[in-house]
Each structure stands twice: as structure tokens, then as C-alpha cells.
């Protein structure tokens, strides 16, 4: 049975993956990693899990075909790059750094390992936004996230947030942007709106940030030149025709973490470290969505 390791058990972690891993213990060795005696406990009378371990280095030390990173972001850039030089494949939260030269550092030294470097961009593997990614014909893509009423500090409201619509943007788009144009509004130090669009021979994206938008709201919008279709919270799929709005639902019994892409993402990073196969987010694209954020934020040093 092959060891997987997970080292960062924080919220991230307790509500999106170790649900998912508890589910899978009869494939794999499950190796997590906390200097919290009171956490391995809890965790391992809610789910199971029977290998705990203080360090990273007592994790490399088992030899794990993989580790899941679920750390600060802050401290992503040491720990993979760690783990790739021992050899292991990494999965990691977004954003792999918030500085584009490690970003690019630890993917190139993962080809020279021949190993993965998976960044955890869920909402490629949210079923709709798959349905999405059907569509043929692209010409016109939007992705929003709004807040109600969340200033944050600009880099970080644009890497920890904005980078969920520039990825989705940058998944769903057929073709190489030819033009980026970036916009935004700040108070202070703070966030209020960020806008990104890219164009590209055919089609037109707006990523749109509103952190002051009055509701909490998630929605995507594809026209293609046959169909128009919006997935709104990645759990309402409405497609619009001439004279007519159908609405679907995901299934009431569909795990939450079905519905927002956390659970096959981690079933398909598994199965590529298990089977050789190919990175299930690849590599250029999430660069792609990387180098889009840190150039958004590069336009305050303007």
C-alpha cells in the first residue's frame, strides 16, 4: 500500500481533504504530519488515521509516494521545494507562492525530478464547471467572485481569492490570450474591486472581484456561439435558449465536496502519482493563473 502524506491539518484540510482521504484509507497509508498532540488525537478518533508524525522530516523520513501541502502560503516555497528535492510528488493549495520566480523555480525543478507539482485549483473538477468547458464556440467568458463586505489587503484578497476566477478563467478559455488588461480599485492598502480581461482571437474574458458587492456570490458565464450557460455557487447550472431558462441542481445527494470539485481533484492527483499520469492541472496553465495575479498586483507598485 502505497504512503501518502499530508502535512498542514488546518482548516483547509480538516473540511475539504481529510474527508475525501478517511474515504480512501483501504488504498493508501495515510502519514499526517502536526506538532499537535490534542489535533492527531481528534483526527484520528474521527477518521481513523493511524500514522502521525511531528516534522517534515520525520514525514520524508517514511519515503511517501506524495504529500498533500495544506500550510500557510508563506511557508509553501521551503516545504516543496524540500519534498520535490527528496523526491516526492507534491499537491498543494493555491497559491503555490505569491512570488512568480518560485512559482516557476519549483515547477521547473519538478520536470528535472520527474515528479508532479499539483496545484489545488478545485473548481476545474466542479462538475458544472466542467459542463462549462464543453462548450464549443467560446466567445464569451465571466467569472466572478463577490463579497459582501470583505476588505482585505489587495495581494492578498487577489491571491487567496481573485485567483479562484483567473484560474477558472484560465481553464475554461480554448485559446492563447492575446491581450490582458488589468484594473483596479483600492482603499488604502485594501481591495474593493479587481478586474482582469483577457482577449483572445475569438473571445473576450472578464474576470471580475467585487469585495464591497453587497451578497456572497460566485458565478460563471459561458456564450458560445450556439449556447449560453451560468453556473452560479458551482452548485446551480442555468442554460438559457430562445424563449426558454432551464435550471439543474447537483443531486441533493451529492457530497458537498463533490460539488466543488475538492473530492475528484484529490481522487485524480492520486491516481496520476499511483499510475504515472499526466498532472492533472498542468503545469503552464497554472503558471498562467499565477503570472495573471502577480501582474495584477504588480499594477499597484505602478
Known amino acids: 500500500m502505497e504512503k501518502i502524506g499530508v502535512i498542514g491539518l488546518g482548516n483547509i484540510a480538516q473540511k475539504a481533504y481529510l474527508p475525501v482521504m478517511a474515504t480512501l484509507?483501504?488504498?493508501?497509508?495515510?502519514?499526517?504530519?502536526?506538532?499537535?498532540?490534542?489535533?492527531?488525537?481528534?483526527?484520528?478518533?474521527?477518521?481513523?488515521?493511524?500514522?502521525?508524525?511531528?516534522?517534515?522530516?520525520?514525514?520524508?523520513?517514511?519515503?511517501?509516494?506524495?504529500?498533500?501541502?495544506?500550510t500557510p502560503t508563506q511557508t509553501h516555497y521551503q516545504i516543496i521545494k524540500q519534498l520535490l528535492t527528496a523526491g516526492?510528488?507534491?499537491?498543494?493549495?493555491?497559491?503555490?507562492?505569491?512570488?512568480?520566480?518560485?512559482?516557476?523555480?519549483?515547477?521547473?525543478?519538478?520536470?528535472?525530478?520527474?515528479?508532479?507539482?499539483?496545484?489545488?485549483f478545485?473548481?476545474?473538477?466542479?462538475?458544472?464547471?466542467?459542463?462549462?468547458?464543453?462548450?464549443?464556440?467560446?466567445?464569451?467568458?465571466v467569472s466572478e467572485k463577490i463579497r459582501e463586505n470583505a476588505l482585505q489587503p489587495t495581494a492578498f484578497?487577489?491571491?487567496?481569492?481573485?485567483?479562484?476566477?483567473?484560474?477558472?478563467?484560465?481553464?475554461?478559455?480554448?485559446?492563447?490570450i492575446q491581450k490582458v488588461d488589468n484594473f483596479l480599485v483600492t482603499d488604502d492598502d485594501n481591495l474593493e474591486?479587481?478586474?482582469?480581461?483577457?482577449?483572445?482571437?475569438?473571445?473576450?474574458?472578464?474576470?471580475?472581484?467585487?469585495?464591497?458587492?453587497?451578497?456572497?456570490l460566485e458565478m460563471t458565464t459561458v456564450q458560445g456561439s450556439k449556447t449560453r450557460q451560468v453556473v452560479t455557487?458551482?452548485?446551480?447550472?442555468?442554460?438559457?435558449?430562445?424563449?426558454?431558462?432551464?435550471?439543474?441542481?447537483?443531486?441533493?445527494?451529492?457530497?458537498?465536496?463533490?460539488?466543488?470539485?475538492?473530492?475528484?481533484?484529490?481522487r485524480a492527483f492520486l491516481n496520476a502519482v499511483t499510475n504515472d499520469g499526466e498532472n492533472p492541472v498542468s503545469p503552464e496553465s497554472a503558471i498562467l493563473s499565477h503570472k495573471l495575479c502577480y501582474d495584477l498586483v504588480k499594477t499597484i507598485e505602478k
Request: with cysteine; proline share 3%.
Open 88 to 120: 516526492i510528488n507534491v499537491y498543494v493549495d493555491k497559491p503555490v507562492s505569491e512570488n512568480l520566480a518560485e512559482v516557476e523555480e519549483l515547477y521547473q525543478l519538478a520536470v528535472e525530478k520527474k515528479l508532479l507539482l499539483t496545484c489545488g
Open 193 to 216: 474591486q479587481g478586474y482582469i480581461t483577457l482577449t483572445g482571437a475569438k473571445s473576450h474574458v472578464q474576470v471580475i472581484t467585487n469585495m464591497v458587492g453587497g451578497s456572497n
Open 122 to 141: 478545485n473548481r476545474r473538477f466542479a462538475p458544472f464547471d466542467q459542463q462549462l468547458k464543453q462548450i464549443a464556440d467560446k466567445r464569451t467568458i
Open 25 to 70: 484509507q483501504n488504498k493508501y497509508e495515510w502519514h499526517l504530519t502536526t506538532r499537535n498532540e490534542a489535533k492527531g488525537e481528534m483526527l484520528e478518533q474521527k477518521y481513523g488515521f493511524k500514522h502521525f508524525h511531528q516534522t517534515l522530516d520525520q514525514l520524508i523520513a517514511e519515503k511517501p509516494l506524495a504529500v498533500f501541502v495544506h
Open 233 to 266: 455557487n458551482l452548485n446551480l447550472l442555468q442554460t438559457y435558449q430562445t424563449g426558454a431558462v432551464t435550471q439543474t441542481s447537483r443531486p441533493d445527494w451529492e457530497n458537498t465536496l463533490v460539488t466543488r470539485g475538492f473530492d475528484p481533484i484529490t
Open 157 to 176: 484578497a487577489i491571491f487567496d481569492l481573485m485567483i479562484h476566477s483567473v484560474d477558472t478563467a484560465v481553464y475554461l478559455m480554448d485559446e492563447p
